[in-house]
């Protein structure tokens, strides 16, 4: 079965062609970052606008990467949030009249589904059950996972995400957005210590998390002043070392309690070396495994919603029992493909364990 899947939930525009016997086959992408750059994050108007321009171009390369035309595309699968409402419809829309046109099943997927499901995707997949840490942008969750779409929540953030955490704390610097790449990129050059910033909730006992008062730390910090280059350097040290103590240190209390022995990573932040190495330790210490998505897909990309989609397809179409949509608006007995015929939906705000597990 080959699945093309479509991510426009935010500022990437992803196309990508997924093939159940023969894997990964075509991926194409578009980053918004220099167009919101100018102002400093995300302008959703002008980000459904783009969307608009890039996902048919884009499709065109992610088929033509696979050898494939529209006429072998078996579903699309394209991201029904949650995301910015206007992003999403481009996605949604396109996704669900290509689907229409072609006579073939549309299904929308949760965004963050797909990337939790996205280290699937590498040479070394883990197995269910694992604990999921997902740190986005807007998300810093912790799931435990017993199969597709079988997901409970563990934690949750109390008010900023760890992404945020570090687009705030990049902005008080006086860096570009997206400020996660920035901070680390300017931490190699510190050194964390020199400046004491808090380690938010690590003692709290529970898995929550709360990353709004390492903000204002930060901006105490930059307002006293900083005297030189080095200091800068050794401030962003010191935001990333937070960040990473308190997302290690959650994650493998969320282990310790469900008694998985894998940890899952995913979301933009899972990029962030300093969290691949410090979880690579401390999973290794006690005995546990921890995986990654490959780094081109940590970001978001149209390969882990097509990814998602199949899944889900082929729950549906196999001997699965359930209907294969994600969209608990769409009429089970039709499953996939009445989004198509129906209309199409999006959900800006979707909890991930409202979902049906396959
Ligand atoms: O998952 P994602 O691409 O988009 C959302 O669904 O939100 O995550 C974007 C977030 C941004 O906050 C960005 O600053 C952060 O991921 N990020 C990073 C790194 N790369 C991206 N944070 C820390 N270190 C990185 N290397
Ligand atoms: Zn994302």
């Known amino acids: 079965m080959n699945v093309l899947g479509i991510e426009t939930s935010c500022d990437e525009t992803g196309v990508a062609l997924y093939s159940t016997e023969r894997g990964l ?37 992610a088929l033509e990467q696979a050898g494939l ?33 072609l ?26 059950p694992f604990v999921a840490l997902l740190v986005s942008g807007g998300h810093t969750q912790l799931m435990d996972v017993t199969g597709v779409g079988r997901y409970a929540f563990l934690g949750d953030t109390l008010d900023d995400a760890a992404g945020e955490a570090f687009d705030k704390s990049a902005k008080l610097l006086g860096l570009g957005y997206p400020g996660g790449p920035a901070i680390a990129a300017l931490a190699a050059g510190g050194r964390p210590g020199r400046y004491a910033l808090p380690r938010p909730m690590l ?16 901006l105490t910090a930059v307002k006293r002043g900083l005297p030189d280059d080095q200091a800068r350097a ?20 969320a282990l310790e309690q469900t008694g998985h022995r894998r940890l899952v990573v995913a979301g933009g932040v899972s990029a962030n070396r300093r969290l691949r190495e410090k979880l690579a330790q401390a999973t290794e210490r006690n005995g546990l495994r921890v995986h990654f998505p490959e780094l081109h897909l940590c970001a978001d ?7 998602a989609g199949a899944q889900r397809l082929q729950a549906a179409t196999g001997s699965g029992p359930t209907a294969a949509s994600t969209s ?17 939906m999006v959900r800006p705000r979707w909890p991930l364990d409202s979902l049906p597990a396959l």
Do not use: C, W
Request: proline share 5%; aromatic share 6%; no cysteine.
């Open 328 to 344: 608990a608006a769409l009429p089970a007995d039709g499953g996939a493909g009445s989004a198509a015929i129906d209309g199409f």
């Open 103 to 128: 006579g073939v099943p549309a299904i929308g997927i949760h965004h963050l589904e797909g990337h939790l499901l996205s280290p699937l995707l590498s040479k070394d997949p883990p197995e269910f």
């Open 301 to 307: 990309n149209g390969a882990m919603i097509a990814f």
């Open 69 to 101: 035309s529209l006429a072998d595309l078996d579903a699309i699968a394209y991201t029904e949030g949650p995301g910015l409402a206007g992003a999403l419809l481009v996605g949604a829309g396109i996704g669900a009249s290509l689907a229409f046109a």
């Open 203 to 218: 003692h709290s006992g529970d898995l929550d998390f709360s990353f709004s008062g390492l903000k204002t730390a930060v």
């Open 234 to 253: 050794d401030l962003a040290a010191e935001v990333e070392a937070a960040i990473v103590d308190v997302l290690v240190a959650k994650a493998l209390r």
């Open 25 to 61: 086959l075509g991926q194409a992408l578009h980053s918004q970052i220099a167009m919101h750059e100018r102002y400093g994050g995300v302008v959703p108007e002008l980000a459904s606008r783009d969307h608009v321009r890039r996902v048919l171009p884009l499709a065109r390369q």
